[in-house]
Each structure stands twice: as C-alpha cells, then as structure tokens.
C-alpha cells in the first residue's frame, strides 16, 4: 500500500503548483458534484487542496493566477474526491470496515514521512504550515483512509475468485503456463570498445568471473560493475536492443558488447535457464493475481459506469 500512497501524492503534487495563496481561503459554499446522492460540497474540495498543500513548503508552491488552470486542475481534485466518495459507499454497501488502528498507523507514517523529507524534519515549521492552512493534524488521514479502502475492497472482490473459474482462466489464456528463458547477467561499462572485447575474450576462454572482475576493479577503480542479475526474455523494461542480442547469442558464446552513449556495456552471461513450460500449481498463484486484478479493475469501472454522479461546478 505504501507505494501506492505514494504514487498518488506524487500525482497531487504534480497538480498543486497554482495553488498557494488561495490554500487558506474560504469562499461562500456550494454543491460541486453529487454521487449517487450524496453532494461533495465547494468548501469540502477546498478543505481537500488545503489538506494536499501540506504536502509542499509554501515557497515551492507557485501562485500563477490564472484562473483558467485553477478551475482545469480543480476538477481534477473533484473528480478524485468522487472517486473517494465512490469507495466510501462501495466499502459500505460491501458491509465492510475500515481499521482505525491502521488508519492511524498509516497517517502517523505519512506524517513522520512527510515532516522529514518536505520540511526539513522541524516539527515547528510543519506546525506553522498547519495553522496558516487552518488545518488539523488529523486532516492527514483522507489519503491513508482512502488508500485502505482500496485495499478493502480489492481483498473483497479478490475472494470472490472460485478455483473454478482460476481454471478456467487459465486454460483461456495457455500463455500463462510457459515460462521465458532466463540469463543471469553483470554489466561492466567501459570508455574504450578494444578493452571491452578483450575483457569478453578473456572470460571467454574460461577466465574464472570473480578473479576477472577483481583484477579489473584494481587495475581500474573507476570501472562500472553492475552486481550479477538475473533478467527474462519477457521483461517488458528491458532494452529491446539488449534483450534480442542477448537472448539470440550462437551457443558457446558467454556475452557481448553494446555500445552506449560515450561508453561501452559488456554483458557477461554467468547462467542461463531455458524456456519451459509449468503446470497449473506453479502458475496457480501468478494466475490468480491476474485474474484478481482484472475483476478489481472491472468493478471499479463499474463504479463510474453506473454511478449516478452529477458534477455540477464548471
């Protein structure tokens, strides 16, 4: 969940920046938006800003008056409050409760995170933030509830998944069962291309992997050496260059060189495990994450898809 959290933080603060002045403001109230009934309020979207300007100093925060992005960037802020609405009445109508205690837990962590990395680790400082913005400590909990509330609902719809229907699954989509071959790998990157071949060549013929790194590392203390990894032909980061080279060597051959931006990587093959195919026990587990994930993702279009959401502020 913590990645989670973080990931929309980092999102917040991306959408914050016109927002400083007008953090502590208060405007005469209205609806913005009503979800299945229930009206998320102009000041509650304030109040929401408000609670996600702690997250920034007030001198990184710009205030660029330009109304037109203000209002473009408080919907964005709207929507997310309805999506929160969305999960409060979906983990209610689930018969489901959040945890206090780890509600707690997790917005004594937000704190603690957020007092050391955006203000300094002075208490104070973050206090001072707090009273200009007319906010209480407790007001930090909105984004660790919300992230809970996920969290419920995802365990709910994930045990909904029958061994039946993981079966099923899995015999629809037989890509699940085979398994891409393996290479474990350490990358060294030299200045000089001549260096690099040597270096593959001596390994080549047998040059034992740590006595080779080690003599290197002293003969040159600025060499880059990369700890052994193991890497998947299926690995969707992996620099498609790099992977087809690697994964189309002839036999024998135990690495190759790839010419980066002013340097050179040397690719030293150290093992290798080949494609296969498993069987349903060992991708029984993979499988139904999958499968758990694309119900989660089914169900919360259908928050949106059949909601009764009005949004009102433009």
């Known amino acids: ?54 997250h920034q100093p007030a001198d990184l925060l710009l205030d660029t008056g330009q109304e037109q992005e203000r209002r473009a960037i408080e919907a964005e802020f709207l929507r997310i409050l309805i999506d929160m609405e969305l999960m409060r009445q979906a983990v209610e109508k689930a018969g489901l409760t959040v945890n206090e205690e780890l509600v707690k837990r997790e917005t004594d962590l937000l704190l603690a995170e ?22 209480t400590e407790g007001d930090l909990s909105i984004l660790p509830r919300y992230e809970l509330q996920r969290q419920l609902l995802f365990d709910h719809i994930a045990a909904s998944l029958t061994e039946s229907d993981l079966r099923a699954f899995v015999e629809e989509n037989p890509e699940i069962f ?12 030299f200045s000089e291309e001549e260096l690099a071949r040597r270096v593959l060549a001596q390994f080549k013929k047998g040059r034992a992997f740590g006595e080779l790194v080690g003599e290197l590392q002293r003969e040159n203390p600025d060499l880059e050496a990369g700890p ?5 032909a299926s690995d969707p980061f992996l620099d498609e260059g790099v992977k087809n080279l690697l994964f189309n060597l002839a036999p024998g051959e135990k690495g190759a060189v790839v010419e980066g931006e002013s340097c050179f990587h040397l690719y030293l093959i150290l093992d290798s495990r080949p494609a296969s195919s498993l069987d349903y026990e060992a991708v029984k587990e993979e499988a139904a994450l999958m499968k758990q994930c694309m119900m989660y993702e089914d169900y919360y279009y259908r928050l949106w898809s059949e909601g009764d959401i009005e949004i009102l502020m433009h």
């Not at 680790?121 to 913005?133: E, T, V, Y």
């Not at 398994?179 to 350490?186: E, F, G, I, S, T």
């Not at 052994?228 to 998947?232: A, L």
Request: hydrophobic share 40%; glycine share 10%; aromatic share 8%.
């Open 1 to 54: 969940m913590g990645k989670l959290k973080k990931g929309l933080i980092c999102l917040f603060l991306l959408l914050l920046y016109p927002f400083c002045g007008g953090c502590g403001g208060h405007e005469h109230d209205y609806p913005a938006a009503v979800v299945n009934g229930q009206t998320i309020t102009k000041q509650q979207l304030d109040h929401f800003i408000r609670v996600l300007c702690l």
């Open 114 to 135: 957020l007092i050391a990395v955006q203000y300094g680790g002075s208490r104070d400082l973050f206090d001072r933030r707090l009273k200009h913005l007319e906010l």
């Open 178 to 189: 085979k398994k891409a071959a393996d290479l474990q790998v350490c990358r060294l990157t």
């Open 228 to 232: 052994p990894e193991w890497i998947s």
